[in-house]
């Protein structure tokens, strides 16, 4: 993630974030998971984690990529966001552009994520995530 001063006035290196990924579209399409938590580095947080799911209708799934902050005073409030198609999602190594509540762009913040996909093209794909 870049460097920023989240919503609220918090500073960035003051934060419990975690990264939650939502697949939505058909019932046996919709998931969501979760990374550990890392504490105090809202500036530059690692997690270090691989996700991995199966998407039988990707041309009906979109994919929202959420950072939240885990103090308990702010109850998982969503500080930065990005959803896509899950067709649109390109292999290798890419930057997620993040955004706030309202859609506006927040600076430089993005997460690094390595996507790989089983085969892009066919009905159903197995895609990996590794943040």
Not at 65 to 71: N, W
Request: glycine residues 6%; charged residues 20%.
């Amino acid at each position: 993630m870049g460097n920023v001063v989240w919503p609220g006035g918090i500073a960035a290196f003051l934060i419990f974030v975690k990264c939650q990924v939502e697949v939505h579209g058909i019932p046996a399409d919709r998931n969501s998971f979760k990374t550990q938590v890392v504490q105090n580095n809202g500036f530059n947080p690692r997690w270090d984690e691989t996700m991995q799911f199966t998407v039988t209708c990707p041309q009906l799934a979109l994919i929202m990529f959420r950072v939240l902050d885990d103090i308990p005073a702010a109850r998982n409030e969503t500080v930065a966001q990005y959803c896509l198609p899950v067709r649109c999602l390109q292999t290798g190594y890419r930057m997620i552009e993040l955004r706030d509540m309202q859609g506006e762009r927040l600076g430089p913040t993005s997460l690094f994520v390595h996507i790989a996909r089983d085969e892009p093209y066919k009905a159903s794909s197995d895609i990996c995530m590794h943040f």
